[in-house]
């Protein structure tokens, strides 16, 4: 059985991974000409995605890549004293088991898992799918896949291919963010530095084996802003425009904004769907049910809803007519609370009031001095998406394929 998965950033890779070593053939799309390395920012895996990369042999090399992030500096705007705080001890009480991994050094480490055992056609996008299952691409010749998955993103191309438009499905939670790659010079050594002022936080970070360091910017805004997605001039412009005076160190981040070698810009935006599957086609990760980048935990949720589909498609012999409405039902719950949870977290991370300025500043820096019992009853109450996300429980999906079984030798990788 053919399957064809578009994307290769995570989702995209973690379910070629599993479909392989549950004995499907397995090709992946990639409009980037390589594996894309856009700067991206940290993000969050949570014990359910820790415990599937731990069964794909991957566990040594993602703790290896950690940012090893363990202090926080809070500066609030317009006061005199910043709050020191001991990320460490928040990250232990909100999980035992959590780590941050930059984007791009996750998606690596996946890809590298499947390069030798699935086809990567880089360089190329989906224009069409019939209902039969053929495929034409931008440069390859059409091919037939009994079953294609859509594993591209927030502005994912399968989905407007199969479902219409982005508007139809984007909810828009009233922020945006952006991303910007810096010079170590700045001095971090495991120091977050953040910048929190009404309607706008700031943080500049940098991971221990990395010579730069990044800068991500969060904002509020009213309504959706008028620019276009490939339109960078403009997008540094409204980031200037959100920030200005915020701080004099602020102020130097964005001074590189014209030297940065990796930019990124997007709005904060829900995908919400009544459904990821039609005919032969579904989606899977930010692509289906994106809970908010840079808000929602959507990393964790990409890795656990490439694995329950690998999972259910295996039960299902490969009947997508069984496995998708049996992934569907699997991964709904799941779905609904990182949207809430993404919800409640922007709310605190991008404060709306000098209030939830304050709040936001003296909680993080409370919860670090409490000792430990207290300080994990007290995250649990406060912290919605870290319970959420490590509460989730899967099926043990096992292979039905030795990994010693030809395309399927992944398990030392």
């Known amino acids: 059985m053919r399957i064809l998965i578009s994307g290769a950033s995570i989702a995209g890779p973690v379910l070629a991974y599993w479909l392989t070593r549950h004995g499907f053939s397995v090709t992946v799309v990639e409009r980037a000409p390589a594996l894309r390395k856009t700067g991206g920012h940290a993000v969050d895996l949570f014990r359910p995605a820790m415990n599937i990369s731990q069964q794909m042999g991957l566990i040594a090399r993602v703790e290896e890549r950690a940012t090893g992030t363990n202090r926080m500096t809070i500066h609030q705007e317009g006061a005199r004293r910043p709050v020191r705080v001991n990320l460490s001890k928040i990250f232990n009480a909100t999980s035992d088991r959590h780590l941050e991994i930059m984007r791009d050094d996750l998606s690596e ?96 970070y940098g991971a221990r084996h ?25 997008q540094k412009e409204l980031l200037r425009g959100a920030f200005d005076g915020m701080h004099p160190e602020v102020d130097r981040w964005l001074d590189e904004l014209d030297r940065t070698p990796a930019f990124y810009f997007d709005s904060i935006t829900q995908v919400r769907m009544d459904t990821w599957s039609r005919g032969r086609v579904t989606l899977v990760g930010d692509a289906g049910y994106c809970p908010g980048p840079a808000v929602g935990g959507s990393t964790s949720l990409a890795v656990v809803g490439a694995y329950v589909l690998a999972g259910e498609l295996a039960r299902a012999g490969g009947d997508h007519q069984r496995a998708f409405p049996a992934y569907e039902h699997a991964m709904a719950g799941h779905v609904r609370g990182s949207h809430a949870a993404a919800l409640s977290a922007a709310k605190t991370l991008i404060p709306a009031s000098r209030l939830g300025v304050r709040g936001l500043a003296q909680g993080a820096r409370l919860i670090s001095a409490l000792p430990a019992r207290p300080r994990r009853a007290l995250l649990r109450l406060a912290s919605k998406s870290a319970r959420l996300h490590n509460a989730m429980t899967l099926d043990d999906y096992s292979p039905s394929l030795p990994a010693s079984a030809g395309r399927s030798d992944l398990a030392g990788c």
């Open 210 to 234: 990395l010579d730069e360091a990044r800068a991500l910017l969060l904002f509020r805004s009213e309504h959706e802003l008028d620019y276009h997605h490939h339109d960078v001039p403009r």
């Open 109 to 204: 480490i996946y890809y590298d898992a499947t390069r030798d055992h699935v086809e990567y056609l880089f360089g190329d996008s989906i224009t069409a799918i019939s209902p039969d299952g053929e495929v034409q691409f931008e440069r390859a010749t059409p091919r037939r896949f009994n079953i294609v998955v859509g594993a591209d993103g927030l502005h994912s191309n399968v989905r407007r291919l199969i479902f219409g438009e982005e508007p139809r499905f984007g909810a828009f939670i009233g922020a945006y963010f952006g991303v910007l790659t810096l010079p170590h010079a700045f001095g971090l050594d495991g120091e977050l530095l953040m910048h929190v002022g009404v309607g706008r936080t700031a943080g500049m």
